[in-house]
């Protein structure tokens, strides 16, 4: 009797499971005959359907997976996923260590490397995701290592970047203040070196200006809410020497606040638009004017400075002077970022970073991925080979100016100049070169210098053309952005046309 009931069980149970089988079948076949059909849904009621699917298989996987899930890595893992599948690298989850490196960032201080990043979300063994450096920030652990704008971190302590998200890089290369952390770098396309870099206090640095001659130069170095008034103080200082010209020198600055550079830009233009940015929602798109109260600099020649990594706001106060044909832009091709972030704080410390807008210049033009090129292109060094990249990385590993330097104190100019051309001997390096690493490892114990006017050919560029005098007429001769992408296209269609195959006459 005892097994009779127990065989009862076992049929009953086998039959259940069966059944369960049976209609999880058949609720996946059904699935899958609707998918194929026509759906006249509205996107609403896709949606709704979506989010109720989401929520089953959440709890499914919560109290059906073999093993007990912390509902926090099924939460974390679907916002990725989310961000993930849009292919922006710029809308992404953030933990809570990101919101706090996030916050840190703004506030002005924060515990890392000093290196501006970007990564793109997509990762395929012909065309590997790796950590693009954007610009390392002056004095921080990874501008003293010879990290450059446009060098890739391939590893990160040992782990390749390829698979990795933005924010697990951000919180490799943060952490507590003194501990290292060792990058691969790769360096054009095959030059690949290491560096361990000792995190310290990174304070976001705004502007850095002095006087050349009758001129100004004013580096801004990055957009924040300090920006705008440190930009006000050395106007003031140049008003004070009465400046003849001035050079606003952009270079490798990753950008920052929007408003910030709208601000800064409103101090140079009296009137007329400084930036619109544009929404899929139309009550979200805004222009930002200028204001005529606000200009305080009128009158004066201004070259602005630009580079690969100049990027963001930068790219917006830059076009915003070219396209009012207020300053001359020298150097070279921006990064190309044309889109509008928004953070959104979460419940649990978390959040999240969207693309919102994409931001157009006074000329309604969007540079994204395309960039700012400039009116006078000047390369700032040579293109190295691959044996004379070698040779520096050499150079910077043995330490050798930096041993050399550290037994003789105090060197002069002409001692610089003595010691780089020995150095080019055994290294075969351009001398201007060697003369600024020598330069800035003299200068370690010492106030950095703000220019280097022996090394620097694009601001001797910028200066020789507010020396020549005829200011007004050169930048009044340049195009604006509007005018430079409709050439472009207008070129690329005429290609396009010339390239295609002759058609046969009858």
Same mark, same amino acid.
């Given at each position: 009797m005892e097994n009779h009931s127990l065989n009862k069980i076992k049929f009953f149970r086998a039959?259940?499971?069966? !059944?369960?089988?049976?209609?999880? &079948?058949? #609720?996946?076949?059904?699935?899958?005959?609707? /998918?194929?059909?026509?759906?006249?849904?509205?996107?609403?009621?896709?949606?709704?359907?979506?989010?109720?699917?989401?929520?089953?298989?959440?709890?499914?996987?919560?109290?059906r997976y073999v093993e007990e899930v912390d509902p926090e890595v099924l939460y974390k893992g679907a916002l990725k996923g989310m961000m993930d599948s849009l292919g922006d690298p710029y809308t992404v989850y953030l933990d809570v260590q990101d919101?706090?490196? !996030?916050?840190?960032?703004?506030? &002005?201080? #924060?515990?890392?490397?000093?290196?501006?990043? /970007?990564?793109?979300?997509?990762s395929t063994p012909e065309n590997p995701a790796y950590v693009d450096v954007v610009?390392?920030?002056?004095?921080?652990?990874?501008?003293?290592?010879?990290?450059?704008?446009?060098?890739?971190?391939?590893?990160?302590?040992?782990?390749?970047?390829?698979?990795?998200?933005?924010?697990?890089?951000?919180s490799k290369l943060r952490g507590p203040k003194g501990e290292g952390v060792e990058v691969t770098v790769l360096r054009g396309k095959s030059v690949t070196f290491k560096r361990t870099l000792i995190r310290d206090l990174i304070e976001v640095p705004t502007v850095e200006y002095g006087m050349i001659g009758n001129y100004g130069y004013m580096k801004l170095i990055q957009f924040t809410p300090e920006t705008v008034l440190r930009v006000q103080d050395a106007i003031d200082f140049f008003?004070?020497?009465?400046?003849?010209?001035?050079?606003i020198d952009l270079r490798n600055n990753p950008g920052g606040l929007l408003d910030s550079a709208a601000k800064i830009?409103?101090?140079?233009?009296?009137?007329?638009?400084?930036?619109?940015t544009k929404s899929r929602l139309p009550y979200e798109s805004r222009s930002i004017n200028a204001s005529e109260k606000n200009t305080v600099v009128k009158n004066i020649p201004i070259v602005v400075l630009i580079n690969r990594g100049s990027a963001s706001a930068s790219e917006i106060l830059s076009g915003a002077l070219k396209d009012n044909h207020l300053a001359y832009l020298v150097g070279e091709r921006t990064y190309g970022k044309g889109s509008v972030q928004q953070v959104m704080p979460l419940n649990h410390g978390d959040g999240i970073k969207i693309t919102v807008a994409r931001y157009y210049t006074p000329s309604d033009t969007n540079i994204d991925k395309i960039g700012i090129p400039p009116d006078k292109e000047v390369a700032l060094s040579p293109q190295y080979t691959d044996e004379q990249t070698k040779a520096l990385i050499k150079l910077s590993e043995e330490e050798t100016i930096r041993k050399y330097v550290e037994s003789h104190p105090d060197m002069d100019e002409k001692e610089i100049a003595n010691y780089a051309s020995e150095l080019q001997k055994d290294f075969g390096l351009d001398l201007r070169l060697l003369r600024r690493l020598i330069r800035i490892e003299v200068g370690r114990t010492k106030e950095p210098q703000l220019y280097d006017l022996d090394f620097d050919v694009q601001l001797n560029a910028a200066l020789e053309i507010l020396r020549e005098g005829n200011f007004k007429k050169l930048v009044r001769s340049t195009k604006t952005l509007k005018e430079l992408q409709e050439e472009a296209e207008a070129a690329d269609a005429l290609s396009e046309k010339n390239s295609s195959p002759a058609q046969n006459e009858n």
């Open positions: 039959a259940a499971f069966a !059944l369960c089988f049976f209609v999880s &079948g058949f #609720f996946v076949s059904k699935c899958f005959a609707q /998918s194929s059909q026509p759906d006249s849904r509205s996107k609403q009621e896709l949606s709704n359907e979506y989010i109720r699917t989401f929520a089953q298989i959440f709890y499914t996987l919560q109290n919101m706090r490196s !996030l916050n840190d960032t703004t506030e &002005g201080a #924060f515990y890392g490397v000093g290196l501006s990043i /970007s990564k793109r979300n997509n610009s390392p920030i002056q004095g921080t652990p990874g501008f003293k290592a010879g990290i450059q704008a446009g060098d890739k971190l391939i590893e990160i302590n040992g782990e390749p970047t390829p698979e990795m998200s933005m924010e697990t890089v951000l008003d004070e020497k009465k400046y003849k010209g001035l050079v830009a409103d101090k140079f233009i009296d009137a007329g638009p400084i930036v619109s």
